[in-house]
């Protein structure tokens, strides 16, 4: 669709009325601020605000100036949902709707027919690393749930994402959208975007923590009780087992709840042609005749999306479901409880406000319910007060004593100054730039980071935020201190400072305070008995705040033995607070080399691993492991290896036979995945994933000239293509 209109906000407006859509609150105070004129937009309301609405306005804006739009969300089945969406409603209208997810090894180039692509933030991110050339012709991006950019590892990625995107593209319109963040305005600032807030949802949600010393009985109280009210109802799990076996004890209880008509309704959806080509296990299908079931990514796509049909139809009343799906799924509920809020990853850890009211914020259906709730279930009185802390400002009537719970979000942080993320950054810029200085870098694209914008604005920033180059152990100080301890510290007006120890692994000493205290310090880079680093230690019992901040006596040792020590120093305080050079790192792998003037470019090696969309950790593991790898068990060896390093998840033996299995048999997946005791929707990730980790082996290893890892590599490569043939999108 090419046409421009003069009049654009007319266009727009007509093709929403085509589509029988019809602006209200958020979508109405944003066109006020200028959505179809171009401006820049955030939102930050609640689920259920129509905030996917503005950003489709923004993307039919573009296309009636005859540019392009993309959509970026995090998860790949909430492209899918939004492309969905997305193309019922537009393409009857002659606006053409792509999808993407996935295929980091592919080049994008077939995406610049769809006058807008939905995607993820990771594809998106390689389309811009591979330059596809559509790319150039976009108007408007659309970047839902923005606060991903607290996420470590892909939020990086993310900020960075979007730093090139407005570099790179002219007169790009970007609008964000995001229904839980603290200080959005922060956020709106960095991206120059008009913001719009509202805290109004379609239905009002009341938010209760219950302390309980029987989870499974407050569990199935809340679900019954909402059941039999005649709503529905999703429970949050910390882990797929948790989820499942709930679903389990729910099971009977939901199930008396159903007239037989109702009953019969069910299974007669359940065996619609519609569902001929769901393959359903056993144990699932038993629990959805009596409408009730389990949800993660352990499950196949095709059994996700049934799932989720059914509880849209009203079939299924309740969804035990695992929290890190919380953000894929677009379904409200009349209650939403969360059974836990620790983390999944780790039990010792709490999750995120951000997440816990991203799942919270799924109770009121409308037109449905008048009122949602969002229940917390906590085991103590302690744990009650702890999730009341740290989720929600609290309200007592002075009248009645009754509180009231009002969500409390955190604000959204950067990730983009962790080591790990530094150095991948480098190399992108580096390969898009084709060739700079390091000041050129950290005062160009990323001076105009998420991570610098908060810290020139944030008195608790350490003085140096940003450092690409190589490293010293003033520089490292610097990193963790704030300006006004330097700036102490060089004057030498702390404290005076006794040098004790001096070798390579240690370095301390006595701080003694000028205003009298006494307190033993040091920088230990020795291995401590579980293999980390002990790092830096003082006797005030606060050496490092929460902020990574070093306490003043850490600073004063540290810039002390700089002066002494010298090169010493400069060894072990970077090793002891885990800090290494970006650029170091890059060059030691070959990946970057020194160009004229100063000036640093990528080498071939580093060109194919960024477009590759390899992580630096990965790129050293296959490069140091390529060299031996030249028997089909050694090439097995090191993709497990590399697997595990992307997903952070622990891949065995079976793999090897699972990959076995697959290539020299007929067996379908279904029957494999039980073979092997994995679940399907694991097995097609882990297929997906093994397909690119090949790719990318076998473009170093053509690179390297290591002609037999190279064959091993695209034999295998080719041989699970072959197996399994290109997979609709919609099935990743």
């Not at 407005?166 to 007169?171: A, G, T, V, Y």
């Amino acid at each position: 669709m090419s046409t421009v209109s003069d009049d654009v906000s007319s266009q727009v407006t007509k093709l929403l009325n085509q589509a029988g859509m019809r602006p209200r609150g958020v979508q109405s105070d944003s066109i006020s601020k200028g959505l179809l004129e171009g401006e820049n937009i955030m939102v930050s309301s609640p689920t259920g605000s129509g905030k996917t609405l503005v950003g489709e306005m923004a993307l039919l804006r573009a296309v009636t100036c005859g540019k392009k739009g993309l959509f970026l969300v995090p998860l790949r089945a909430l492209a899918v949902q939004v492309f969905k969406t997305m193309k019922e409603r537009y393409e009857h209208l002659g606006v053409m709707i792509g999808l993407s997810t996935g295929d980091f090894q592919g080049t994008g180039e077939e995406l610049a027919e769809f006058d807008i692509v939905v995607t993820t933030y990771e594809r998106a991110d390689s389309l811009l690393r591979r330059r596809s050339s559509w790319l150039s012709d976009l108007g408007s991006i659309v970047v839902d749930e923005i606060q991903t950019m607290s996420e470590i590892g892909r939020g990086a990625r993310l900020e960075s994402l979007i730093i090139r995107l407005k570099n790179s593209i002219e007169d790009l319109q970007i609008v964000a959208l995001s229904a839980t963040t603290g200080d959005p305005d922060e956020v709106a600032e960095w991206l120059g975007c008009q913001l719009v807030v509202s805290e109004e949802r379609p239905v009002p949600l009341v938010h209760k923590v219950v302390t309980t010393n029987n989870r499974n009985q407050s569990l199935r109280k809340l679900v019954m009780t909402t059941v039999q009210g005649n709503g529905q109802a999703i429970v949050f799990h910390r882990t797929r087992r948790e989820a499942e076996a709930q679903a389990k004890r729910l099971s009977e209880d939901v199930g008396r709840q159903f007239t037989s008509e109702e009953k019969k309704n069910l299974d007669q959806d359940l065996g619609s042609v519609e569902n001929w080509d769901v393959t359903l296990s056993p144990e699932l299908r038993s629990l959805l005749h009596n409408g009730i079931a389990f949800h993660h990514a352990g499950l196949g796509y095709n059994e996700r999306r049934l799932v989720e049909r059914l509880f849209g139809k009203g079939d299924v009343k309740v969804i035990c479901a695992t929290t890190t799906l919380a953000a894929g799924m677009d379904l409200p509920a009349r209650t939403v409880i969360l059974s836990s809020f620790k983390s999944p990853a780790d039990y010792r850890r709490l999750l995120s406000a951000n997440t816990v009211h991203q799942m919270l914020g799924r109770a009121g259906r409308p037109s449905h319910d008048k009122i949602g709730f969002g229940v917390i279930l906590a085991g103590s009185t302690g744990e009650t007060e702890e999730a009341k802390r740290r989720y929600f400002d609290v309200i007592v009537d002075d009248n009645n004593g009754k509180e009231t719970l009002i969500p409390k979000y955190d604000r959204i942080n950067s990730t983009l100054g962790q080591a790990g993320s530094l150095s991948e950054q480098l190399l992108v810029v580096l390969d898009m730039l084709g060739a700079a200085t390091i000041e050129e870098i950290e005062n160009g694209i990323m001076g105009d980071s998420f991570l610098v914008h908060c810290a020139i604005r944030d008195s608790g920033a350490p003085m140096r935020v940003l450092q690409l180059g190589e490293i010293s152990a003033k520089i490292v100080l610097e990193r963790h201190a704030l300006p006004e301890t330097i700036q102490s510290a060089r004057k030498s007006v702390l404290g005076k400072t006794i040098l004790r120890e001096k070798n390579e692994t240690v370095i301390g000493g006595i701080v003694i305070s000028y205003d009298g205290g006494q307190f033993t310090c040091r920088f230990s880079a020795r291995l401590s008995t579980s293999g980390t680093v002990e790092g830096p230690m003082c006797s005030c019992g606060t050496p490092v705040n929460e902020n990574g901040i070093l306490c003043h006596h850490l600073v004063t040792l540290g810039m002390a033995a700089a002066a002494e020590l010298g090169s010493m120093a400069d060894y072990v305080i970077p090793l002891s607070l885990s800090e290494s050079s970006p650029l170091g790192l890059l060059i030691r792998l070959r990946l970057v080399e020194g160009a004229n003037d100063g000036e640093f470019k990528p080498t071939k090696l580093g060109r194919a691993a960024n477009r590759l969309y390899l992580s630096i950790p990965t790129v050293r593991e296959i490069l140091a492991m390529l060299p031996n790898t030249e028997s089909s068990t050694s090439l097995l060896w090191l993709l497990r290896h590399v697997i595990s390093i992307e997903t952070g998840t622990t891949v065995d033996e079976s793999f090897d036979n699972l990959l076995g299995s697959l290539i020299t048999t007929d067996i379908s997946l279904q029957d494999l995945a039980a073979q092997f005791g994995l679940s399907i929707g694991d097995v097609y990730g882990l297929l997906d994933t093994s397909r690119w980790l090949l790719h990318s082996i076998s473009v170093l290893a053509e690179l390297g000239g290591l002609a037999r890892a190279f064959e091993l590599s695209q034999g295998l490569a080719e041989a699970l293509d072959n197996r399994l043939g290109r997979k609709n999108e919609e099935d990743d």
